[in-house]
């Protein structure tokens, strides 16, 4: 078969599957469709209608909210379309009474009663227009405002269920009350699962039954082997048509979530087909069955999602850098969080259908926040175990990550609270925080494969050796590394972009913030306050989430840029770190002026700060504010950059790094020397590589007079034209200098591509200089004559001095 049909099939497949997804979404739109053309009265009585339901505040639930404010997003929807529907209508009536003109003046000549009879017409018909218009955009402006009540009523109530707080446990009234209450919920049950029986019996009929069998076998073949037939072909596939490389693994872990997903989603679809095929169950049954194969699909893609992280079986498609025995040791880990969250929906929907009571609806809760608690804790020693066994073995494990070990501890702190709240009788807040452990869990690794795959994306489809990229260069005539470039930052933006994307999704869940968390913790210091700078948790923990938020994106961005935007270009090393270095500045006085606006502090309130600042700068900081200020002017105006062979006030060596205050220069011994910025501006300061990063290397020889200089210079030349470090252009060059005291003095000059190296070229060269004038018999000094004399003695007279020329040796 074709890829196309094969691919074609898959998608038809996917859309099938997630029809119960969308379900309620395509009704809602044939609903908005229907009511199109609803009249501002009507919208208005639909508002008034969603107010009276919110008038009783006691008998407000979740469900209750999420309802009204669902309709409120309709009526508002209908509101502005009667208005964009209506403004075409109202330029054509306007148009028209343009092309009548107005109505003649007093003392004019009358115009005919037809004109006047359509102007007044069309007037009346303008009138009741612009009125509907205006109506519209009122109702709209007052729809916007009512969401904004039901956020505020869902934050209340939000609050007040976090904060409730029963029975403990461990307490025998928790056991008690929970016996008390089991007599009505067991009814209540029996009549749910009486219900379900029916409805089962009903759907074994003849007229259902065939339907009933077939859906029903066309499950059980999915859940038997539709996940390992799928996948296989899904993933043979991606290993055939895709390139291998980081494209197919990432593409391979989204297959396999999506395969997984769509097969137990499917299945669980049939199921409920099988039994609802001819509207078996009633209007309470479906709502509670409905949302249940909704939640199927959810669960299978956390199962697949999870089974795409791990790759047990494939290690080589594995995503993360994640150890064999780390995989095996959570294979089932994936399994049991999506049961656990299949039990908890469950829970969460039988418990609210029945009508439960307080007690047995906590128990479960409590029932199901302990298993994931413990779930998650069991994951993270595992993780745990596998790093030790690492170490044991003597391997090292895979750096972890920033983001990773800031996930670890939330989880670690989401474990600690679920267990010690369900201990302590908070039941309420020990499921939520385990209902959004599950929660971020999932959106976080789905934004961990969507990252990788959007990465893996550009770079393949941009990469100069792909087709892509090739007749983009071809047609374009863009070079390799523009391809390069464009990669990098069109992942850069794809990626940031999903990370906006699922920030509010992961932080702000069910429409409930941070903020409502420590709502009721505000109220203690609401009296505290440091001069005009009032003293607020929620200002507190948003300006840490800032200042820690606003770090790590500076430093995602300053690595991106450092690793793998800058080294694609041609700028140099020292250009790319004065652009990091720069960055990171401005990243810096960003973060820390949004620090100050989350913490709510005005120019009045730091005005003492600036003051006492400007004292401290005066007296004792104008050494250290000066070196900050040189340090700006280095990276902008670039005297010296990293990597520059410097010299000054004795200190020669290579630029290693420069920081806010001082500059780190290497010198040769491999010692570092901090210089003060100021320095290096307002000292000379000897840049050997600024202009030319070429070195010289230039020696000085005297030779006898009596040397044949033409053949002295000939060897000379050729020694430093056919070293492998000298340059030929500049080209060597060897002159005699002057004549004096009985030598010729000689000046050899010749060029390396880098100063570093000229000390050690000019020793090679002395070593072969020397060695070859000795073997041409060209002597480096003139031999001179020593003169002996040896002393006759005779007693009886005086010595005899007598004298013996030895020629050729030195005196």
């Not at 800058?566 to 810096?588: A, R």
């Amino acid at each position: 078969m074709p890829i196309a049909y094969r691919l074609l099939l898959i998608l038809l497949v996917a859309i099938g599957g997630a029809s119960p997804l969308f379900a309620q979404d395509a009704q809602t739109s044939a609903q908005i469709q229907q009511t199109t053309l609803a009249t501002p009265d009507q919208l208005s009585a639909q508002l008034d209608k969603i107010k009276q339901t919110l008038t009783d505040k006691t008998k407000l639930t979740d469900e209750t909210l999420t309802a009204a404010r669902t309709a409120v997003q309709n009526v508002q929807q209908q509101a502005d379309q009667l208005t964009t529907s209506l403004a075409p209508q109202a330029d054509a009536l306007k148009g028209k009474l343009d092309v009548l003109g107005p109505a003649p003046e007093k003392g004019a000549p009358a115009e005919a009663p037809e004109v006047a009879s359509q102007r007044k017409q069309l007037l009346k018909q303008q009138t009741d227009l612009t009125g509907q218009i205006t109506q519209a955009k009122l109702l709209s402006r007052e729809s916007l405002q009512l969401l904004t009540d039901i956020g505020a009523l869902r934050r209340e109530l939000f609050n007040a269920e976090i904060s409730q707080r029963t029975a403990s446990p461990l307490s025998g009234a928790f056991w008690t009350r929970l016996g008390q209450s089991f007599p009505d919920d067991r009814a209540g049950f029996g009549q749910l699962w009486n219900a379900l029986k029916g409805a089962i019996v009903q759907a074994w009929q003849p007229a259902n039954r065939l339907p009933f069998i077939a859906c029903l076998l066309a499950a059980i073949a999915l859940f038997a082997g539709g996940r390992r037939l799928l996948e296989h072909k899904m993933l043979d596939m991606a290993a055939r048509y895709l390139p291998s490389g980081h494209l197919r693994r990432s593409a391979m872990a989204l297959l396999v979530t999506l395969g997984t997903m769509l097969v137990y989603g499917v299945a669980a679809w049939l199921l409920y087909l099988a039994v609802n095929w001819n509207g078996v169950l009633d209007q309470d049954l479906d709502d509670l069955v409905h949302p249940l194969v909704t939640l199927m699909f959810f669960v299978a893609a956390m199962a697949g999602l999870g089974r795409a992280l791990l790759m047990v079986k494939h290690p080589s498609w594995r995503l993360p850098p994640v150890s064999d025995d780390l995989a095996k040791r959570l294979r089932p880990f994936p399994a049991a969080v999506a049961y656990s969250a299949l039990l908890l929906g469950i829970i969460e929907r039988v418990t609210n259908d029945i009508g439960a009571s307080l007690a047995t609806t906590m128990a479960a809760n409590a029932l199901a926040a302990t298993l994931i608690g413990c779930l998650v804790g069991y994951a993270l020693i595992q993780m745990s175990r596998a790093r030790r066994t690492l170490l044991a073995a003597g391997e090292t494990p895979a750096e972890r990550p920033l983001w990773v070990g800031l996930l670890v501890l939330c989880a670690i702190l989401g474990v600690l609270i679920t267990l010690l709240a369900v201990l302590t009788g908070y039941i309420a807040l020990s499921f939520y925080v385990a209902r959004q452990m599950i929660r971020a869990g999932f959106l976080i690794a789905a934004l961990y494969v969507f990252m990788h795959l959007v990465n893996d994306l550009c770079e393949s489809l941009l990469s100069p050796e792909s087709r892509t990229g090739q007749r983009m260069q071809e047609n374009f005539g863009i070079s390799p590394p523009r391809l390069e470039q464009a990669a990098t930052v069109l992942s850069g933006i794809s990626r940031a972009f999903l990370l906006l994307l699922a920030i509010p999704l992961i932080l702000a869940p069910y429409g409930a913030g941070a903020d409502e968390l420590v709502d009721r913790g505000t109220k203690i210091f609401s009296g505290l306050s440091l001069g005009t700078l009032t003293i607020n948790p929620t200002s507190i923990f948003n300006a840490l989430l800032v200042l820690v938020v606003g770090a790590v994106i500076v430093r995602l961005i300053k690595r991106w840029l450092s690793q793998q935007l800058l080294p694609k270009t041609s700028l140099d090393v020292g250009m790319q770190t004065s652009i990091v270095t720069l960055l990171g500045y401005v990243g810096g006085i960003l973060v820390f002026v949004l620090v100050l606006g989350a913490l709510k502090v005005d120019v009045q309130s730091i005005a003492w700060v600036a003051s006492a600042l400007s004292v401290g700068i005066g007296f004792g900081l104008q050494a250290i504010v000066q070196n900050f200020i040189s340090g700006l002017i280095l990276l902008a105006e670039r005297p010296v950059k990293v990597g520059d062979w410097v010299s000054i006030s004795g200190v020669e060596g290579d630029i290693k790094r420069i920081n806010v205050r001082a500059t780190e220069i290497q010198q040769g011994d491999r010692s570092t020397v901090i210089v003060p910025n100021s320095q290096l501006i307002t000292q000379n300061v000897r840049n050997v590589t600024l202009a030319n990063a070429q070195g010289r290397v230039q020696i000085r020889l005297p030779m006898p007079l009596s040397s044949d200089a033409a053949k002295v210079r000939q060897i000379i030349f050729d020694i430093l034209r056919n070293h492998t470090v000298t340059l030929n252009t500049p080209s060597p060059s060897v002159t005699l200098d002057s004549i004096d005291a009985g030598s010729m003095m000689f000046v050899c000059t010749a060029y390396v591509s880098n100063p570093r190296d000229a000390g050690t070229v000019k020793s090679d060269l002395l070593f072969e200089i020397i060695d070859r004038l000795r073997k041409a018999d060209q002597p480096l000094s003139t031999p001179q004559d020593m003169v002996v004399r040896t002393m006759q003695h005779d007693p009886a007279t005086a010595p005899i001095p007598s004298t013996t020329v030895v020629p050729g040796q030195n005196t």
